[in-house]
């Protein structure tokens, strides 16, 4: 790369008060960012970025300590907050209503159910008004089966408080756990606890016995470490300058020296620890989008250097777990696109050991697998909905859960325990509130344990849930999801939301949601797209949506709109697009491709400036995202196919519609210069009157405010300007 006359400061004003627009003659004028060219060649292609300059050379230390933010930086994010608070004051009414509304459909001192483990049960609550939780415990209920979960007081009586994570919270803009866990012989209780946004968490331990947190906590840990079975040892990752997981270190769990155990030498593979259900084996695991391999270390001797499954093989994936005479590896080896489930009876099972178990059948993606002393469970995904398969071990039988409703959501939740006939799952619908249900997998016996309260009240009789279909420009069927009120008229009248997110292969399974309820209550049809990049539809379907098929992603999109406009639940023009992250790539590219479709975009923390992060190695997920997007430094194809649809790359003079990115200072996924750029570029070039909003939280990361009530006053700014671009959109001119 080359620079061309970059400018270390620019003259851009520290603050920026612009008049209300409820007393002000004219409307705030928008903040114009100063172009600074700065000149990119990258195999033999030269391009220029006008605004290269809003990236501060020193990003890494910015996201361990926000404040090193560079003046001028700061001082534009400053002015863009205050523009875009500008321009929505007229919807601050608004905006507590939705608040007020979301909030009001949570049960404020909510408990979880509890998870038994040996004498105590293990469960997280909220005390009225907390934005945290507090994680305790009590002595197990001595019924074989339980009865549903007690009330909160109940759930009081003997418990020990293990954290109490808004005490830990006072005095901090930000802060957020990572895992939390006590050790297998229930003597120590470890967390991870991030105060910056910026995933880099500090893990503390607590004794139990004395309710001491230990000296000498564990620093840059990217949230992820187990204890050995034997409780002797934490196991956990660390993370590099770079904001990647890069190494697994060992340590006594109450305190001492780390011991490193593996070294990662691929940059694009990322580690994580745990141990396997049988308690048998700790694990490590590494690897990026499409490949991976697993290390194991026997219990028995958790200082034992770890030994390798499988050696990794491009394009081959396999996960494992062990059940007492045999593992249970789940992979797509042998071309199995929607992986099948294999066992070996090896005592180290490498892979001309596996045999199959339950063979690949397209269109069945194996989501996940689990097993227990008795039994094995499958979750399995088609056409968008899910079912569990569980398997008795005796006799190698099957039976399934399944529900019959036309789009709904089932998940295994897990537990502690292996020695267990009872699995616990959860059923929710967009129409129905969660259901968490205990399920004896022996004998077919189930409890309900705990239904999603809704203070506010809910009746699921006052909505319907529709399965739609989209007809893609290659002839393939998109799933929709569609919510609106019963009495919702579908003549093309109703605004219209439409979600999605269609990378990584992450499923937008279609539960239910307190936040949606507060457009569908206002005549809004809320819908979700199941485009390809996710594996609604299977892991084929995700394989259609990456790399050099990415643009079936956002074709997807495009025609789930059309359609649905078709069939009455909208209209051209007055759709509102939502999407997040790679589901921001998602909103600038649709933008880009048809402005005329939307009232307004909304692109929360979003991967917008393609081309130059996949050419930015020292960014914290660059390698390990080549296999999902392409290496743009040394693939011609590459480059040009992301060059083709880069939103930033690709804005134009057009007449874009209005358009809100938000993002998090702290954010190492994305960083918070995406937004910032994609919002002084479209401001540039659209040939519309259309405003261009930008709002970046300084005191959070990718996932926003933390606390549970911040974070939904950040969902009801979006949805005010989503009803606010409805209503404006007659007002505006082309």
């Given at each position: 790369m080359t620079?061309?006359?970059f400018a270390?400061?620019?003259?851009?004003?520290e603050?920026?008060v612009?008049a209300?627009?409820?007393?002000?003659a004219?409307?705030p004028v928008?903040?114009?960012?100063?172009?600074?060219p700065?000149?990119?060649?990258q195999?033999?292609?030269t391009?220029i970025?006008?605004?290269h300059w809003?990236?501060d050379d020193?990003?890494?230390?910015?996201?361990r300590?926000p404040?090193?933010?560079?003046?001028?930086?700061?001082?534009?994010?400053?002015e863009e907050n205050?523009y875009?608070?500008?321009m929505?004051?007229?919807t601050?009414?608004l905006?507590e209503?939705?608040?007020?509304?979301?909030k009001?459909?949570?049960?404020e001192d909510?408990?979880?159910?509890?998870?038994?483990d040996?004498d105590?049960?293990y469960?997280s609550?909220?005390?009225?008004g907390?934005?945290h939780?507090?994680?305790?415990?009590?002595?197990?209920?001595?019924?074989a089966?339980p009865?549903?979960?007690?009330?909160?007081e109940?759930?009081r009586a003997?418990?020990q408080?293990?954290?109490?994570e808004?005490?830990r919270?006072?005095?901090?803009d930000?802060?957020?756990?990572?895992?939390?866990?006590h050790?297998?012989d229930?003597?120590?209780?470890?967390?991870?606890e991030?105060?910056?946004?910026?995933?880099?968490?500090t893990?503390?331990?607590?004794?139990?016995a004395t309710g001491?947190i230990?000296?000498?906590p564990i620093?840059?840990?990217?949230?992820?470490?187990t204890?050995s079975p034997d409780?002797?040892?934490i196991?956990?990752?660390?993370?590099?300058?770079n904001?990647r997981p890069?190494?697994v270190?060992?340590r006594?769990?109450?305190?001492?020296?780390?011991?490193l155990?593996?070294?990662?030498?691929d940059e694009?593979?990322?580690l994580?620890?745990?141990?396997?259900?049988s308690?048998?084996f700790?694990?490590?695991?590494?690897?990026?989008?499409?490949?991976?391999?697993?290390?194991l270390i026997?219990?028995a001797?958790p200082?034992?250097?770890?030994?390798?499954?499988?050696?990794?093989?491009?394009?081959?994936?396999?996960?494992?777990?062990?059940?007492?005479?045999?593992?249970i590896?789940?992979?797509?080896a042998?071309?199995?696109?929607?992986?099948k489930?294999?066992?070996?009876?090896?005592e180290?099972?490498?892979?001309?050991?596996?045999?199959?178990?339950v063979?690949h059948?397209?269109?069945?993606?194996?989501?996940?697998?689990?097993?227990y002393k008795?039994?094995m469970?499958r979750?399995e995904r088609?056409?968008a909905?899910t079912?569990?398969?569980?398997?008795r071990?005796?006799?190698?039988?099957?039976h399934e859960?399944s529900?019959?409703?036309?789009a709904?959501?089932?998940?295994?939740?897990g537990?502690?325990?292996?020695?267990t006939?009872?699995?616990?799952?959860?059923?929710?619908?967009?129409?129905?509130?969660?259901?968490?249900?205990?399920y004896?997998m022996?004998t077919?016996e189930?409890?309900l344990?705990?239904?999603?309260?809704?203070p506010?009240?809910?009746?699921?009789?006052?909505?319907v849930?529709?399965?739609?279909?989209?007809?893609?420009?290659d002839g393939?069927q998109?799933?929709?999801?569609?919510?609106?009120k019963?009495d919702t008229?579908?003549?093309?009248?109703?605004?219209l939301m439409l979600?999605a997110?269609?990378?990584?292969g992450?499923p937008?399974d279609?539960?239910f949601?307190?936040?949606s309820?507060?457009?569908?209550?206002?005549g809004w049809v809320?819908?979700?797209?199941h485009?390809?990049?996710?594996?609604?539809?299977?892991y084929?379907?995700?394989?259609?949506?990456r790399?050099y098929?990415?643009?079936?992603?956002?074709?997807?999109f495009?025609?789930?709109?059309?359609s649905?406009?078709?069939?009455?639940?909208?209209?051209r023009?007055?759709?509102?697009?939502?999407?997040?992250?790679?589901?921001?790539?998602?909103?600038g590219?649709v933008?880009?491709?048809?402005?005329d479709?939307w009232?307004?975009?909304i692109?929360?923390?979003?991967?917008?400036?393609?081309?130059?992060?996949m050419s930015?190695?020292?960014?914290?997920?660059?390698?390990?995202?080549w296999?999902?997007?392409?290496?743009?430094?040394?693939?011609?194809?590459?480059y040009?196919?992301?060059?083709?649809?880069s939103?930033?790359?690709?804005?134009?003079a057009k007449p874009?519609?209005?358009?809100?990115a938000?993002?998090?200072?702290?954010?190492?996924r994305v960083?918070?210069?995406?937004?910032?750029?994609w919002?002084?570029?479209?401001?540039?070039?659209?040939?519309?009157d259309?405003?261009?909003?930008l709002?970046?939280?300084m005191?959070?990361?990718?996932?926003?405010a933390?606390?549970?009530?911040?974070?939904?006053k950040e969902?009801?700014?979006?949805?005010a300007?989503a009803?606010?671009a409805?209503?404006?959109?007659?007002?505006?001119k082309?």
């Amino acid at each position: 790369m080359t620079q061309a006359g970059f400018a270390a400061t620019l003259p851009i004003k520290e603050t920026y008060v612009p008049a209300s627009p409820k007393t002000a003659a004219f409307p705030p004028v928008a903040p114009s960012p100063v172009r600074q060219p700065f000149e990119i060649t990258q195999l033999g292609h030269t391009r220029i970025d006008d605004y290269h300059w809003m990236k501060d050379d020193n990003w890494q230390a910015v996201l361990r300590d926000p404040g090193l933010i560079r003046a001028d930086i700061k001082a534009a994010l400053i002015e863009e907050n205050a523009y875009s608070a500008a321009m929505l004051e007229d919807t601050k009414a608004l905006q507590e209503d939705i608040f007020a509304e979301m909030k009001g459909r949570i049960k404020e001192d909510d408990a979880s159910v509890p998870s038994p483990d040996g004498d105590w049960e293990y469960y997280s609550r909220f005390e009225t008004g907390a934005q945290h939780p507090i994680i305790a415990r009590r002595p197990r209920a001595k019924e074989a089966f339980p009865a549903p979960i007690p009330s909160t007081e109940d759930t009081r009586a003997a418990e020990q408080i293990l954290l109490n994570e808004d005490e830990r919270a006072k005095g901090t803009d930000f802060y957020e756990t990572s895992d939390a866990q006590h050790s297998p012989d229930h003597t120590l209780f470890a967390w991870g606890e991030d105060t910056q946004g910026s995933e880099y968490y500090t893990v503390y331990v607590r004794d139990l016995a004395t309710g001491e947190i230990l000296p000498n906590p564990i620093e840059s840990c990217d949230g992820g470490f187990t204890f050995s079975p034997d409780s002797r040892y934490i196991f956990w990752t660390w993370r590099d300058e770079n904001s990647r997981p890069a190494k697994v270190y060992r340590r006594p769990a109450r305190g001492g020296e780390d011991v490193l155990v593996y070294d990662e030498p691929d940059e694009g593979f990322f580690l994580h620890v745990g141990t396997l259900s049988s308690d048998a084996f700790i694990s490590i695991g590494g690897g990026n989008h499409e490949t991976n391999e697993t290390w194991l270390i026997p219990a028995a001797t958790p200082e034992a250097v770890p030994f390798c499954v499988q050696p990794r093989e491009d394009g081959i994936q396999y996960d494992i777990d062990h059940w007492d005479d045999r593992f249970i590896i789940r992979t797509n080896a042998d071309g199995a696109i929607d992986f099948k489930l294999m066992v070996s009876f090896a005592e180290k099972p490498a892979r001309d050991t596996w045999t199959d178990l339950v063979p690949h059948r397209p269109g069945i993606y194996i989501t996940g697998s689990g097993v227990y002393k008795r039994h094995m469970i499958r979750v399995e995904r088609e056409n968008a909905n899910t079912r569990i398969v569980i398997t008795r071990k005796a006799d190698m039988t099957e039976h399934e859960i399944s529900v019959a409703e036309e789009a709904y959501s089932l998940g295994a939740a897990g537990g502690y325990e292996y020695d267990t006939d009872i699995l616990r799952y959860s059923y929710t619908s967009p129409t129905t509130p969660a259901q968490t249900f205990d399920y004896n997998m022996e004998t077919r016996e189930q409890v309900l344990r705990k239904v999603q309260v809704i203070p506010s009240g809910h009746s699921p009789k006052d909505y319907v849930a529709r399965r739609l279909y989209a007809t893609a420009p290659d002839g393939q069927q998109v799933p929709i999801t569609a919510l609106m009120k019963a009495d919702t008229k579908l003549d093309g009248t109703a605004p219209l939301m439409l979600y999605a997110y269609g990378s990584y292969g992450t499923p937008m399974d279609p539960g239910f949601s307190i936040r949606s309820l507060s457009l569908v209550n206002r005549g809004w049809v809320y819908a979700i797209a199941h485009i390809r990049g996710g594996s609604e539809k299977g892991y084929g379907w995700f394989l259609d949506g990456r790399k050099y098929k990415k643009m079936n992603t956002f074709t997807d999109f495009i025609a789930c709109a059309e359609s649905l406009c078709d069939a009455g639940y909208g209209t051209r023009g007055r759709i509102v697009a939502y999407g997040g992250s790679a589901g921001g790539m998602l909103m600038g590219a649709v933008t880009n491709l048809r402005p005329d479709l939307w009232a307004g975009v909304i692109g929360a923390v979003p991967f917008i400036d393609v081309l130059n992060t996949m050419s930015d190695i020292s960014l914290p997920l660059t390698p390990p995202e080549w296999p999902e997007w392409g290496n743009p430094l040394e693939d011609e194809e590459a480059y040009q196919y992301i060059a083709s649809y880069s939103p930033y790359d690709n804005i134009a003079a057009k007449p874009y519609p209005p358009v809100l990115a938000t993002g998090g200072l702290s954010d190492t996924r994305v960083t918070y210069w995406e937004p910032m750029k994609w919002i002084a570029r479209l401001r540039e070039k659209s040939t519309s009157d259309s405003p261009m909003l930008l709002k970046i939280n300084m005191e959070a990361g990718h996932g926003g405010a933390s606390g549970r009530f911040e974070f939904l006053k950040e969902i009801a700014f979006d949805y005010a300007f989503a009803i606010w671009a409805q209503e404006k959109k007659g007002e505006r001119k082309a």
